[in-house]
């Protein structure tokens, strides 16, 4: 059995559908999950029911490092996580010191 478990904070989606606006209370109070958590270092991902599917633009980053995708690809990563938002029903987050968001680029 491991020594330590990881545990990740899961923040659910609070829905205002007249202004279709999604958003999570972290560290930095309540925040878009659009503009915000699409491109913070702690979303690690998107709650699917009872599956956790990763961040895209985590994944398309470090492809970018790797220099195996192109600028093109972080546009559709972040189409992607719009998408994931759309039908999911929270963010799981690794901020477990509540310093709020950190851009990822």
Excluded at 65 to 87: E, H, V
Excluded at 92 to 101: I, L, M, P, R, V
Aim: charged fraction near 25%; glycine fraction near 8%.
């Amino acid at each position: 059995m491991p020594e330590y478990l990881l545990i990740m904070k899961t923040l659910p989606f609070q829905r205002d559908e007249k202004k279709s606006r999604v958003t999570v209370t972290c560290a930095d109070g309540d925040i878009s999950v659009y503009s915000y958590c699409a491109y913070c270092m702690h979303c690690k991902g998107i709650w699917m029911g009872k599956r956790l599917v990763p961040s895209p633009q985590i994944q398309m980053l470090s492809e970018l490092k790797k220099g195996t995708a192109g600028d093109d690809s972080l546009m559709n990563a972040a189409m992607m996580f719009n998408t994931l938002i759309r039908d999911g029903s929270s963010l799981d987050c690794d901020d477990d010191e509540n310093q709020g968001f950190r851009g990822l680029y």
